[in-house]
């Protein structure tokens, strides 16, 4: 028999890593992190909270990050040497940020960093977190691209541009072309007015560790 390590999710399985580390990695039920799925969940009484596991690699150990009633957990991601965690309170109308303090591979204890009002955001749609630094950002389905925290800074983009990344002062989005032939670019633009700087040719996939690769 093919020997194989047991991880106990409770029937959770679909498993991702955190983006900017390859030593952990995600499971949550029922939305997979998207919170304007959440917050639909919420408003129609169908799910009153979400379940977040973390998984530590390589070996195995699972740390269980319980929500309560009208609480729904974003996709987390990893800065600076922690976890941190994107959480949504539905019944207070609050916007959650924290971060997993851990030593030696152990979670010690989790610190809210920031806590924003729902009411500053339209809506949840693509809300969520990047690096680095950490940020809180929102692409609505009306192009227009905002940071609502630590910053506040709203530009529109184009219609089939996505968010990736950050560094320093630029953001990096990609986009994608249809006609005449279908192609990939990746539109560089500055942090405070949106204006675009450059144009690169592909798309830049982030690997496990932070690193960027141009894919041509």
């Given at each position: 028999a093919v020997l194989m390590k047991q991880i106990d999710l409770n029937g959770i399985t679909n498993l991702q890593p955190v983006c900017g580390t390859h030593e952990w990695y995600w499971s949550m039920d029922y939305t997979g992190g998207d919170l304007y799925e959440a917050q639909e969940l919420f408003q129609k009484g169908d799910i009153n909270s979400s379940h977040l596991y973390i998984i530590h690699y390589p070996d195995g150990k699972v740390y269980d990050i319980l929500s309560i009633e009208g609480h729904y957990f974003g996709v987390p991601v990893y800065d600076n040497g922690a976890l941190a965690i994107l959480e949504v309170d539905f019944i207070k109308k609050v916007i959650e940020i924290s971060q997993i303090q851990y030593e030696c591979n152990q979670l010690i204890n989790i610190v809210k960093i920031a806590e924003i009002s729902l009411c500053s955001v339209k809506d949840c749609y693509n809300l969520r977190l990047h690096t680095s630094p950490l940020m809180l950002t929102r692409q609505s389905n009306d192009n227009d691209f905002e940071i609502i925290w630590p910053e506040q800074i709203n530009f529109s983009i184009g219609n089939r541009e996505s968010f990736r990344f950050r560094e320093e002062n630029k953001l990096y989005f990609s986009v994608w072309h249809e006609y005449p032939e279908y192609k990939e670019e990746v539109v560089?633009?500055?942090?405070?007015?949106?204006?675009?700087?450059?144009?690169?040719?592909?798309?830049?996939?982030?690997?496990?560790?932070?690193?960027?690769?141009?894919?041509?």
């Amino acid at each position: 028999a093919v020997l194989m390590k047991q991880i106990d999710l409770n029937g959770i399985t679909n498993l991702q890593p955190v983006c900017g580390t390859h030593e952990w990695y995600w499971s949550m039920d029922y939305t997979g992190g998207d919170l304007y799925e959440a917050q639909e969940l919420f408003q129609k009484g169908d799910i009153n909270s979400s379940h977040l596991y973390i998984i530590h690699y390589p070996d195995g150990k699972v740390y269980d990050i319980l929500s309560i009633e009208g609480h729904y957990f974003g996709v987390p991601v990893y800065d600076n040497g922690a976890l941190a965690i994107l959480e949504v309170d539905f019944i207070k109308k609050v916007i959650e940020i924290s971060q997993i303090q851990y030593e030696c591979n152990q979670l010690i204890n989790i610190v809210k960093i920031a806590e924003i009002s729902l009411c500053s955001v339209k809506d949840c749609y693509n809300l969520r977190l990047h690096t680095s630094p950490l940020m809180l950002t929102r692409q609505s389905n009306d192009n227009d691209f905002e940071i609502i925290w630590p910053e506040q800074i709203n530009f529109s983009i184009g219609n089939r541009e996505s968010f990736r990344f950050r560094e320093e002062n630029k953001l990096y989005f990609s986009v994608w072309h249809e006609y005449p032939e279908y192609k990939e670019e990746v539109v560089v633009r500055m942090l405070y007015d949106g204006s675009i700087l450059e144009t690169l040719s592909g798309d830049i996939y982030i690997m496990p560790n932070g690193e960027k690769w141009n894919l041509k």
